[in-house]
């Protein structure tokens, strides 16, 4: 099946145009970008802690060393200090550098 349609490239360029404006959600890329990286933060946050949660059951139930439930409660706080310790990290370096979220 053929387009039987010469449209030239200013109909294209239109066409595309009202494509992106229709696909448009009405948040700025500046919104998305920020709401991006706080997913991103939240979601390092709480892989942080249940990593070293897990890690503290692991050490409570296979190392066999009579800590239940003393080690998982530990490595509970180490890995929410942690987390809040690397969510300040990230967050600094979005504000060094918002373009990019590295810094220079």
């Known amino acids: 099946m053929a387009d039987d349609r010469h ?30 990286r706080g997913w991103a933060v939240g979601i390092e946050f ?8 897990a890690i503290g059951w692991g050490i409570d139930n296979y190392a066999g060393l009579g800590t239940k439930p003393w080690a998982m409660i530990a490595m509970l706080v180490l890995g929410f200090v942690a987390g ?11 504000d060094a550098d918002p373009s990019t979220g590295s810094r220079k």
């Not at 709480?46 to 949660?53: D, F, H």
Request: no cysteine; net charge negative.
């Open 7 to 36: 449209n030239g490239p200013d109909d294209l360029d239109a066409r595309i145009a009202r494509a992106q404006a229709e696909h448009d959600t009405g948040a700025t890329r500046a919104e998305a970008r920020a709401e991006s």
């Open 46 to 53: 709480v892989g942080v802690v249940l990593v070293s949660a």
């Open 84 to 94: 809040v310790y690397r969510a300040m990290q990230t967050t600094a370096q979005f």
